[in-house]
């Protein structure tokens, strides 16, 4: 199964990732952790991207296609994978088609987790408020200063995704508003319909 989780920033799709990981035993390929773990490794890639993630911009899709082609190549990922936060831009999502391609292999699906900007922020603020409450490091982007530029770029550049993948007939909403249990009952749903 190839899956993409799209949505803004805060929306679950990484909460919901990490869930249908244990269901259906595939990775999450998360761009987001990837880009974390390279600045926490202080590599090149890491080093060019903390600025811009610390900012709440969006790294370069050069940088950012180049460790998910990679990333794609490993052999846990040949029964299926969870794209989580990629693509971000109408190029990575180009970029993705061409992976598949090359391999001829297709997407399942995509599925949008739609939430209201003023519950995201929310979201984020209870995060960093929990994560602080338990005495870890809060993430750089997650205060609310930063978060309006996050939502800023997805709306510039990310959201143009949903017409490209309307289009292409491949795009089912899912109601992010809802309990992560409920969210999680949806995109199964969707998922088991793609299969049958
Ligand atoms: P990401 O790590 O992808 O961060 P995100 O969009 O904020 O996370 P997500 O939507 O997964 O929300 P989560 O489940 O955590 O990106 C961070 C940065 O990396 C970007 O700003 C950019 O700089 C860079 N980057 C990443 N990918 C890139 C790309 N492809 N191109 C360029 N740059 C890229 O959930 C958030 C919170 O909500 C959690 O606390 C969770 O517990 C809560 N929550 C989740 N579901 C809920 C629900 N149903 N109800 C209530 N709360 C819920």
């Known amino acids: 199964m190839r899956l993409i989780l799209l949505g803004p920033p805060g929306a679950g799709k990484g909460t919901q990732a990490q869930r249908l990981v244990q269901k259906y035993g595939i990775p999450q390929l998360s761009t987001g952790d990837m880009l974390r773990a390279a600045v926490a490794a202080g590599t090149d890639v890491g080093k060019r991207a903390k600025a811009v993630m610390d900012a709440g911009e969006l790294v370069s ?35 993705v088609q061409e992976m598949l391609d090359k391999s001829g292999r297709r997407l399942d699906a995509v599925i949008e987790l739609v939430v209201d900007d003023e519950a995201l922020v929310g979201r984020i603020v209870k995060r960093a408020e929990e994560t602080l409450a338990a005495g870890k490091p809060v993430r750089k982007d997650d205060t609310p200063e930063v978060f309006e530029e996050r939502l800023r770029e997805y709306y510039k550049k990310t959201a143009p995704l949903i017409g490209y993948y309307y289009a292409k007939n491949m795009l089912t909403h899912v109601d992010g508003m809802a309990s992560m249990d409920a969210v999680t009952s949806s995109i199964e749903k969707i998922l088991e319909d793609t299969r049958a």
């Open 61 to 95: 899709d050069e940088i950012v296609n180049a460790i998910v082609a990679e990333r794609i190549q490993e052999s846990d990922c040949k029964k299926g994978f969870i794209l989580d936060g990629y693509p971000r831009t109408l190029a990575q999502a180009d970029a």
